[in-house]
């Protein structure tokens, strides 16, 4: 899932951009299957084909190693 204008992750870090919502959370169930809080988040909703700006976010405390992982995975 895909928040859109939720401001619980307003603070949070983007680790990564993507265009299309599958790859997105693709990644972030990267992220979190090495223990990380990733979610997925845009500021508009997204098109009916699931695409458009989508931020993979972490909590600030976790950007390092999440940027970390996102280097070694690419």
Not at 55 to 68: G, K
Request: charged share 25%.
């Amino acid at each position: 899932m895909v928040l859109i204008g939720d401001p619980r992750v307003a603070d949070w870090e983007t680790v990564s951009t993507f265009e299309e919502q599958t790859t997105a959370l693709a990644w972030r169930d990267q992220l979190r299957g090495m223990g990380l809080d990733a979610k997925c988040a845009a500021d508009h909703p997204l098109d009916r084909f699931g695409c458009g700006d989508i931020y993979l976010v972490v909590p600030p405390a976790q950007w390092s190693r999440a940027n970390e992982i996102i280097e070694n995975l690419d």
